[in-house]
């Protein structure tokens, strides 16, 4: 604002009609405040365009107007002692006397004291300024980058949608497979588990482990014997023996339930949880996922993308072309995946069905790229199924390293086959915890004894299941919250696994 004696110049305004039974307003000389009480209320709204207030009927005058400026201790009556000569403002229309042009009005005040004088400072002023235009530059990309995610969000389900449509029939396909291999393995379960019972094939139970579990010592074991064969022949029976990436995924399965199968002979044969030492399953393990980077590298598989050793991710990554490092990646996957699922077979029904959904979450993402695979995984969940009725709390059979391995040899093997290791790792997130922590269990005893001279534990006891039931969580609660969560996980894997294909 400027000085008193200087004009004020006021912007150009409009007035905002409220009732519609005044469509011309004018300014008298005198304001009397009786008078305005008696009118009906009119809000005058200041904007920097005409054009509201002639679409609306208003008419602007051009009368003279007659005002005067007031300190801050001005009262009502005030309104009463204004003089008509003391100040005069004219209304002054622009250089175009047409009726949409606009108008100014000059303000004069009648002494120096009538307004306080404002000084701001320009530096502030800017400052001010900038940051404003900042916040709101910020907001509106905000509100962008939001408005975006959703749109492409909404453009992901869509397709997804379309993607299982275009597979119905293998979706229904898939659906009798699981009821089938339910069926089978349930009804298998009660020819085997007597079996293994007469033959005093029973769990050895480890004696660092909790002291509840001490109860489960005649349980029976190697209830794989029964479950991974049904799921694999039920699946090449469906899928066609003509099947190459059916059959490879099922020599894999049928190699790590081989490797798991000795582990629990000489578990039972030497009378103690020991088995394979842990440098020879690793070898073993290692060499059925290099023998199995071999054939994928010399067998022809038939991709979308027209060659193999692709990793499909989500937009904006794309497809990643990892060459001979998909080999490598191949071996650490079925190595990570056999021991995450044989590390998570510690309670009752824990490992079937967190491997059942991850083998349905697997299905869904292979199902663009091969839905001869995605019948074999729906096929495996099937048999997971079917082995829960049997190993439910309180477990009449537990699956032990034969099945524990080949559930996890047929996941990591579904994934190289058509290079979803990403939502692998995403639907097997349960398999992921308990293995990393086991690692990080031994990685801190080890760190601080070397430093502290006595080593630490991270956790009450590795696995991490074995931690929550020292922390006084009951059985079942625990195996219901890690289906929870397998269930969310198997879900955005199957989202992801469509989208990036």
């Known amino acids: 604002m400027r000085s008193h004696s200087s004009s004020l110049n006021l912007h150009r305004f409009q007035f905002r009609r409220c009732f519609s039974s005044y469509s011309?307003?004018?300014?008298?000389p005198r304001f009397d405040i009786a008078s305005w009480r008696r009118r009906p209320f009119i809000l005058y709204r200041l904007q920097l365009d005409g054009s509201y207030a002639r679409k609306h009927g208003c008419q602007l005058q051009h009368s003279c107007v007659q005002v005067q400026a007031f300190d801050e201790d001005f009262g009502i009556s005030s309104f009463?002692?204004?003089?008509?000569?003391?100040?005069?403002?004219?209304?002054?229309?622009?250089?175009?006397?047409?009726?949409?042009?606009?108008?100014?009005?000059?303000?004069?005040?009648?002494?120096?004291?009538?307004?306080?004088?404002?000084?701001?400072?320009?530096?502030?002023?800017?400052?001010?300024?900038?940051?404003?235009?900042?916040?709101?530059?910020?907001?509106?990309?905000?509100?962008?980058?939001?408005?975006?995610?959703?749109?492409?969000?909404?453009?992901?389900?869509?397709?997804?949608?379309?993607?299982?449509?275009?597979?119905?029939?293998?979706?229904?396909?898939?659906?009798?497979?699981?009821?089938?291999?339910?069926?089978?393995?349930?009804?298998?379960?009660?020819?085997?588990v007597p079996l293994l019972k007469s033959l005093k094939i029973r769990q050895i139970i480890r004696t660092g482990g909790p002291a509840r579990h001490s109860r489960k010592k005649r349980t029976p074991t190697m209830g794989g014997l029964f479950m991974v064969p049904v799921g694999v022949a039920v699946a090449k029976a469906l899928a066609g023996f003509s099947s190459t990436e059916v059959s490879g995924a099922s020599a894999a399965t049928l190699?790590?339930?081989?490797?798991?199968?000795?582990?629990?002979?000489?578990?039972?044969?030497?009378?103690?949880?020991?088995?394979?030492?842990?440098?020879?399953?690793?070898?073993?393990?290692?060499?059925?996922?290099?023998?199995?980077?071999?054939?994928?590298?010399?067998?022809?598989?038939?991709?979308?993308?027209g060659m193999k050793m692709l990793v499909p991710l989500p937009a904006p990554l794309g497809l990643l072309c990892l060459g001979k490092y998909y080999l490598l990646l191949t071996s650490f996957t079925f190595v990570s995946?056999?021991?995450?699922?044989?590390?998570?077979?510690?309670?009752?029904?824990?490992?079937?069905?967190?491997?059942?959904?991850?083998?349905?979450?697997?299905?869904?993402?292979?199902?663009?790229?091969?839905?001869?695979?995605?019948?074999?995984?729906?096929?495996?969940?099937?048999?997971?199924?079917?082995?829960?009725?049997?190993?439910?709390?309180?477990?009449?059979?537990?699956?032990?390293d034969t099945g524990s391995l080949a559930l996890g040899g047929a996941l990591a093997a579904m994934a190289a086959c058509t290079g979803m290791f990403f939502p692998l790792f995403v639907s097997s997130g349960i398999f992921v915890v308990e293995a990393s922590s086991v690692m990080m269990q031994v990685f801190y005893f080890k760190t601080t004894k070397r430093?502290?001279?006595?080593?630490?534990?991270?956790?009450?006891?590795?696995?991490?299941?074995?931690?929550?039931?020292?922390?006084?969580?009951?059985?079942?609660?625990?195996?219901?919250g890690a289906y929870v969560i397998s269930a969310v996980l198997a879900l955005f894997a199957g989202y992801v696994g469509l989208v990036s294909a």
Request: proline letters at 2%.
């Open 80 to 192: 009463d002692n204004w003089s008509d000569n003391e100040v005069t403002a004219g209304y002054m229309v622009s250089s175009s006397d047409e009726e949409d042009s606009d108008g100014e009005i000059v303000l004069n005040p009648v002494t120096d004291i009538d307004l306080p004088s404002v000084s701001v400072s320009s530096d502030e002023s800017l400052r001010v300024t900038a940051h404003r235009l900042a916040i709101m530059g910020r907001a509106r990309k905000r509100h962008r980058h939001v408005a975006q995610m959703k749109l492409s969000f909404d453009s992901n389900l869509e397709l997804c949608w379309r993607l299982l449509q275009d597979q119905t029939w293998n979706v229904y396909q898939s659906w009798t497979v699981n009821l089938l291999d339910t069926v089978l393995v349930s009804c298998a379960g009660y020819v085997c």
């Open 24 to 28: 011309t307003y004018d300014f008298h």
């Open 337 to 400: 995946m056999g021991n995450g699922v044989n590390l998570t077979d510690g309670l009752d029904g824990l490992a079937g069905g967190t491997a059942a959904l991850a083998f349905i979450g697997m299905s869904i993402a292979v199902l663009p790229i091969c839905s001869d695979l995605s019948v074999f995984g729906v096929s495996m969940a099937g048999a997971c199924v079917g082995f829960l009725s049997h190993n439910r709390y309180k477990a009449s059979v537990f699956m032990g």
């Open 451 to 480: 430093l502290q001279g006595a080593g630490r534990r991270l956790f009450r006891m590795a696995p991490f299941h074995h931690h929550l039931e020292l922390c006084g969580i009951k059985e079942p609660i625990i195996v219901a």
């Open 255 to 305: 190699a790590f339930a081989a490797i798991g199968l000795l582990d629990d002979i000489l578990c039972l044969k030497k009378n103690h949880s020991s088995g394979l030492s842990a440098w020879s399953r690793l070898i073993f393990e290692v060499a059925v996922g290099m023998w199995f980077s071999y054939w994928l590298h010399t067998t022809n598989i038939s991709s979308p993308y």
